[in-house]
């Protein structure tokens, strides 16, 4: 009987600190279930910023724009969850992250050929027109010299009729 005593004593005790501790354990948990989604939001921030370096690297473009605001852009993307993400947004990034590369392409493909035509306009509107709808740098018709008449330089662009 005399030995029952402090086990019965003991048993009330840890009904006592029954709620304590588990009230520690759950505290203690939540912690390190913060530590982790600490540590996993300080992982896409990293992976985000060398992503948005790496696009800007890509796409030197995209600083011109005024539309395109790449920090807004580094920060939302930052700060969603992928584990979170609503199945139609996790679609449409999907989708849109295999057509970017080609309408990128083809954007810059797009912008080199704007850039000859332009050089091409540039050219036709420095020359000056020559008889028979050429310009006067292409039309050298065979005996015309600068020190020739108006009507022989006719006679000799014609053939000499």
Known sequence: MEDV?????????????AEAALAEATQLEE????????EKAQLRQNVTRNVVERVQQKLPFLKG?????MESIQQKASDTDPSVLHPVDHAYNSVSAQLLPTIVKNYLRSQKEIEVLTN?????????PAMSGQTKATADPSGLTDDMTFEQRINAALGAV
Do not use: G
């Open 5 to 17: 005593n402090p086990i019965l004593d003991r048993r009330q005790h840890l009904y006592e600190n």
């Open 120 to 128: 091409q306009l540039a050219e036709y509107e420095e020359a000056e």
């Open 31 to 38: 912690q390190k279930t913060l530590a982790a989604t600490a």
């Open 65 to 69: 724009l005024e539309e395109v605001n």
